[in-house]
């Protein structure tokens, strides 16, 4: 049997946050705290930080375990849990990592390796945290990959999307894309980048079969796109491919985390 179902939960988490803290020479004296919750934070922060290297088989298989348990008891949400509103289109509002649909979307940025802030709110650091640290790992492998082929100072373009195994997360895939950053003001180039990134992620459902996809909002919050303008885009895209390809998705859902954008795509869908 292995070491990691031999383990309770806390077990597995006081021994990760052991295994992650010994994996770095500056914090490997670090201070635990005594407490579930910051342990939970010490162990998200340095799986955060941590760059793409191998890690242990035992380790991997401890994570591994902790990260399904700490999903399911957030509560996995099957496609059926969510109601089509029309056209094979649905908006669900809460975090995505617990939807267990084809592929679910990240919003990336050009290095294609997730965030590196420690805690961050944002979606990317969400994702590659409850997926594990494999994640960032393959992410690494391709973009390495693309390197070799581009230059060594190759990122991700715009609205070129990459797609992964999702780990330890229901989905099955991840869809990582590259949104426009608004600097000054918005642009019809970059309202174009917007739908690209919409196009593109169905584009590539289609030719991986990936029959459900959730969409989280491409390029609001830090890259600055408009709320309003950008859910507009993103369903308007969306309804026009779902036309020209009407049997190849099962459902589309826009997933949304602010009020605000609930309210933006229940008036648009």
């Known amino acids: 049997m292995s070491i990691a179902n031999n383990m309770t939960q806390e077990q597995r988490l006081d021994y990760l946050v052991e295994e992650f803290k010994a994996d770095y020479d500056e914090y490997k004296d670090l201070q635990t705290p005594d ?118 100072d190759y990122e991700q373009p715009t609205a070129v999307p990459m797609l992964t195994d999702a780990y330890n997360l229901p989905a099955k895939k991840v869809i990582h894309i590259v949104g426009p950053i608004v600097y000054d003001r918005l642009t019809p180039a970059l309202e174009k980048d917007l739908a690209d990134c919409y196009r593109n992620t169905l584009d590539m459902c289609l030719e991986n079969d990936l029959k459900s996809v959730a969409f989280c909002c491409i390029s609001t919050g830090v890259f600055r796109f408009p709320n309003r303008r950008a859910a507009e885009i993103a369903v308007s895209t969306v309804q026009k491919w779902l036309t020209e390809h009407p049997t190849s998705m099962e459902r589309v859902i826009f997933n949304v985390f602010k009020n605000e954008d609930k309210e933006h795509y229940e008036r648009l869908v």
Not at 44 to 68: F, H, T
């Open 35 to 152: 407490d579930t919750d910051g342990k939970r934070r010490i162990l998200r922060s340095l799986m955060n930080i941590r760059m793409p290297k191998a890690m242990s088989e035992d380790v991997l298989e401890v994570q591994d375990e902790y990260l399904k348990e700490r999903i399911e008891n957030n509560g996995i949400v099957e496609l059926p849990d969510i109601p089509v509103i029309r056209d094979g289109m649905s908006i669900w509002q809460g975090d995505i990592t617990r939807l267990a649909v084809d592929a679910i979307v990240n919003a990336a940025n050009s290095q294609m390796l997730g965030c590196f802030v420690p805690m961050h709110t944002c979606i990317d650091n969400c994702i590659h945290t409850f997926a594990g640290v494999q994640l960032r790992q393959e992410c690494n492998r391709q973009m390495n990959q693309l390197r070799i082929k581009y230059g060594r």
